[in-house]
């Protein structure tokens, strides 16, 4: 069974950073392509970040050099550094893992909520 646990979470000022991590089990984690999704207030689930098997990454144009994204293989971990927060990026945070070559559903689980204030 796969399963993918979102942590670090919380809150914090604009400007600020924050570290997400997403722990991994049930599938070849050094195989896969993850990414990183978010729902914000007005429910749509946006793409935020994505890193493939060989370490290849995509951003957003909204997290564009103020996110980076990276894993572990060794400890099934990939995270999400979060630098220059602003009140924009509060969301719900959701890690995924493609389902099939190519194939990413993103904003399932329980994730992990990140709050800016101004």
């Known amino acids: 069974e796969v399963q993918l646990v979102e942590s670090g979470g919380g809150s914090v000022q604009a400007g600020g950073s924050l570290r997400l991590s997403c722990t991994a089990s049930?599938?070849?984690?050094?195989?896969?392509?993850l990414g990183w999704f978010r729902q914000g207030s007005g429910n749509q689930c946006e793409m935020v970040s994505t890193i493939s098997s060989d370490g290849s990454t995509y951003y957003g144009d909204s997290v564009k050099g103020r996110f980076t994204i990276s894993r572990d293989n060794a400890k099934n971990t990939m995270f999400l550094h979060m630098s220059s927060l602003k009140p924009e990026d509060t969301a719900v945070y959701y890690c995924?893992?493609?389902?099939?070559?190519?194939?990413?559903?993103?904003?399932r689980g329980q994730g992990t909520q990140v709050t800016v204030s101004a």
């Open positions: 995924a893992a493609e389902d099939s070559p190519g194939v990413m559903v993103g904003c």
């Open positions: 049930g599938f070849a984690f050094d195989t896969s392509d």
